[in-house]
């Protein structure tokens, strides 16, 4: 779908300069998502993976695929082609389908219209939970219980929503330390 140069704004690796490529197709349909331009993967015409990769690697050795819902494709003939270049590779997905590709890092952020396939929750080095409102709290434990002891657990407002969330995760996590807050950064920094 496009394809920028700019910081992670969110979860472990945030501040972070990367390369991220935004594959189109996502059939999860969360009421709040900020992407929604993606969902039709029909809007989005195919673009060769030497390409992509061509550019990607102008910029950083830090590759972030992210969508959409990148795992509704094959991610194994990019990752492969980005692996070959020395390239470090992040996905960000819910989860809702098999995980392919070779990654370096997994951030799980799950969706409730959309659960995750159990295989997702033990290949997760990072769950993010989007907080909307209270009951994400208790979404974010049920999810939280099924990934692997190491997995980095982090708590986001939802953009819309950050004025009420915020107060919410604050208190949540200072009661419950396991969790970090992660903020999307970017829209603060206003870049991409
Ligand atoms: S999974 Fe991501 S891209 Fe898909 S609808 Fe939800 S927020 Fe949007």
Redesign the pocket.
Known sequence: MEAFYTLQGEGYHKGSAAYFIRIGG?D???HW?D?KE?WDAQNHPPTDIESIVTEAQKYSDTIVVT???PLMWDMGPLTASLKKSGLQTHLET?GAYPLTGDWDWVCLSP?KRMLPISELYQQADELKVIVYNNSDLAFAEEQAAQVSSDCKLFLQPEWSRRDTAIPLIVDYVMKHPKWKVSLQTHKYLNIP
């Open positions: 996502c999860v349909g969360c998502c992407v993606s969508g959409g819902e819910s969706k």
